[in-house]
């Protein structure tokens, strides 16, 4: 067991996460955390080893835990970190607001996060991945950060230092996302829910949504810039060059490329993280052999496969 500091929150050794992502499959945390708020996040952090590491987790919609867990501390914020406030022209939501609730809260002020609506995660990771679709991402519309770092100072990071390109962002190591601030632009309050119920229709008739995936298994094979936005000229599809490759439907274990969308690597009902990861590898390995094409891993992947060699 890991030696700890006292919290005012909830530390729990052991912890299984495939409860907690949307996949439903991996091993546990060696240390689950979850804070009472901000203050309970920086004297842990502040008190912890500098050597054992930290992992902050959202609601698991976009990850894959392998099968041997999570070495150190995994931090999962709750009901402290998931605030929405508006003032102005401005949303100031906290790291665990899901990205849906702020969409809908921002609505209702006239104020347009409706790219938002149909990305199930949590602030917190829309931040770290810049997160976006129908052209939009939050590096669009996010002015700053606030961040606990892994010394335990509270700092806010202004947008441009978090260099937010396509779903990806740089913080510093060990860095937690506490809340985030938005400028979105104003719009009419009906329109805008108008426009979600829209989305969400779509994305039902498109996509696997009552399926165990994790969004999009890779990301579109083409040239991005800084903002996140795809350059039209060379912009293909990954379910295209995956179907190209005759792996819609291909199967390892409980893990299967979906029927309705290729680009949904999706838990059949009793997949193990191995069978995800394997069957996108061969994924990745058929679309290179077929067409030369590297796709790229848009889930994120973390832990230790089973029986993997933790000490090295």
Not at 23 to 34: S, Y
Not at 117 to 138: L, Q
Not at 289 to 297: P, T
Request: proline share 4%; glycine share 10%; charged share 20%.
């Amino acid at each position: 067991m890991l030696k700890l500091p006292t919290v005012r929150g909830t530390l729990t050794a052991h912890r299984p996460l495939a409860d907690l992502t949307w996949m439903r499959v991996g091993g546990p945390a060696e240390v689950l955390f979850q804070p009472a708020d901000i203050d309970d996040l920086s004297a842990f952090l502040a008190a912890l080893d500098p050597s054992i590491p930290v992992f902050p987790m959202g609601v698991g919609s976009n990850l894959i835990v392998r099968d041997g867990g999570i070495s150190g501390v995994v931090i999962r914020m709750g009901r402290g970190f998931n605030g929405i406030e508006i003032h102005g022209n401005e949303v100031i939501a906290g790291a665990a607001a899901l990205d849906a609730h702020a969409a809908r809260k921002a609505a209702d002020a006239g104020l347009d996060l409706t790219f938002l609506r149909t990305i199930p995660g949590t602030i917190g990771g829309a931040v770290r991945m810049n997160a976006g679709c129908y052209g939009t991402y939050i590096a669009d519309v996010l002015t700053s950060v606030t961040v606990v770092l892994r010394d335990g100072t509270v700092s806010e990071i202004g947008v441009d230092a978090l260099q937010l390109a396509y779903r990806q962002s740089v913080l510093p190591d060990g860095a937690v996302i506490v809340s985030a601030r938005l400028s979105p632009p104003a719009a009419d309050p009906t329109a805008l829910h108008q426009r979600m119920t829209d989305q969400l229709a779509k994305r039902d008739e498109t996509q696997p949504t009552k399926d165990r995936t994790a969004g999009s298994t890779f990301r579109n094979p083409a040239g991005f810039s800084s903002t996140g936005q795809a350059d039209d000229v060379h912009d293909l599809k990954a379910w295209k060059v995956i179907d190209n490759a005759e792996m819609r439907g291909a199967r390892i274990g409980g893990a299967v490329m979906n029927t309705k969308h290729s680009n949904f690597l999706t838990n059949a009902g009793d997949a193990t993280a191995a069978d995800l990861e394997d069957l996108g590898e061969l994924v990745r390995k058929k679309v290179y052999a077929s067409q030369g094409i590297e796709l790229q891993w848009e889930i994120k992947r973390v832990g230790h496969r089973l029986g993997e060699d933790t000490a090295k």
